[in-house]
C-alpha cells in the first residue's frame, strides 16, 4: 500500500539553528499538507499545497518558517532559526480526495 | 469553522461496541462531518466521513443526527489495537476553495481487556 514519506523521523537541534523536514506525498496526490502537532493537543495546519501552489499558510510564522513544493511533487519545510517553542512533530499528509488525508509517520523534532 | 465538542476520555471493554460521542451545534448545510484516529506516535488515520445519511465502512459507522447537530462514531467490536485518540472534524472550505480540517484535542478511547 502507498504511504507518505517523511524524513528524518527524529531531529533534535539547538536553539537558532536551521532545520529542514522532507515529505514525499502518495503518487498523484495533488494536495498536501503540513500540520505541526505539539504534545497532547490535535494537529494545526501550517500549509497546504494544490500542485505546487500554497492555497493556504495562514498559520504558518512566515518569519521563521518556509515550505516549497517544486515541481509539485515532494515538498519540504524549512525553519531558520529553531526555538525552543518548535519542539513538536511535524506531520506530512496528502490528499487525492478533498477530506481524506493519508498522513506519514512524522518528525519529531527536539530544540535544546 | 463549526467548532466541535467531545469527550477528553472514554473507556470501553474489548469486544464491546465503542459510541464516540460529537457535538457540532453550528455546521452549516455544506459542512462533512470526518472522523480521524491517531495510534500513539503515529500520523492520523482516516476513518469515515459523512453529510447527512449514516455511513458504514470497514472500520466503523458513522450515524449524524436529523438536524445535523451530533454525530456518533461506533466501533462495533472493540480491539486493543484501537486504543487512541479519536477526532471530530468538520470541514469547511478554504479561500481557495478547498477543504481544511482543522483538529481539535479528540476523545482518548481506551479498550480495557
Known amino acids: 500500500e502507498a504511504e507518505v514519506a517523511q524524513s528524518p523521523r527524529y531531529k533534535i537541534t539547538e536553539k537558532s539553528q536551521a532545520v529542514a523536514f522532507w515529505c514525499d506525498p502518495i503518487?498523484?496526490?495533488?494536495?498536501l499538507y503540513w500540520y505541526r502537532q505539539i504534545l497532547g493537543q490535535g494537529p494545526e495546519l501550517l500549509v497546504q499545497f494544490q500542485d505546487e501552489s500554497v492555497v493556504d499558510d495562514s498559520q504558518l510564522p512566515k518569519d521563521r518558517f518556509s515550505a516549497e513544493r517544486l515541481k509539485g511533487v515532494d515538498s519540504t519545510l524549512k525553519i531558520q532559526p529553531a526555538e525552543l517553542g518548535d519542539s513538536a512533530m511535524y506531520l506530512c499528509?496528502?490528499?487525492?480526495?478533498?477530506?481524506?488525508?493519508?498522513f506519514g509517520e512524522g518528525s519529531r523534532l527536539t530544540v535544546l | 469553522d463549526a467548532k466541535t465538542t467531545q469527550p477528553p476520555s472514554m473507556d470501553c471493554a474489548e469486544g464491546r461496541a465503542a459510541n464516540l460521542p460529537c457535538n457540532h451545534s453550528t455546521i452549516s448545510g455544506n459542512e462533512y462531518v470526518y472522523w480521524y484516529r491517531q495510534i500513539h506516535s503515529q500520523g492520523p488515520q482516516y476513518i469515515i466521513h459523512?453529510?447527512?445519511n449514516n455511513e458504514t465502512n470497514e472500520m466503523a459507522s458513522l450515524i449524524i443526527t436529523e438536524d445535523r447537530k451530533s454525530s456518533t462514531l461506533i466501533l462495533p467490536h472493540a480491539t486493543l489495537r484501537d486504543t487512541a485518540v479519536y477526532y471530530c472534524?468538520?470541514?469547511?472550505?478554504?479561500?481557495?476553495?478547498?477543504?481544511?480540517?482543522?483538529f481539535g484535542t479528540g476523545t482518548r478511547l481506551t479498550i480495557i481487556p
Open positions: 459523512g453529510l447527512k
Open positions: 499528509a496528502s490528499s487525492l480526495t478533498t477530506g481524506e488525508l493519508f
Open positions: 472534524i468538520v470541514s469547511r472550505l478554504s479561500n481557495s476553495g478547498n477543504e481544511k480540517l482543522t
Open positions: 503518487s498523484g496526490h495533488a494536495t
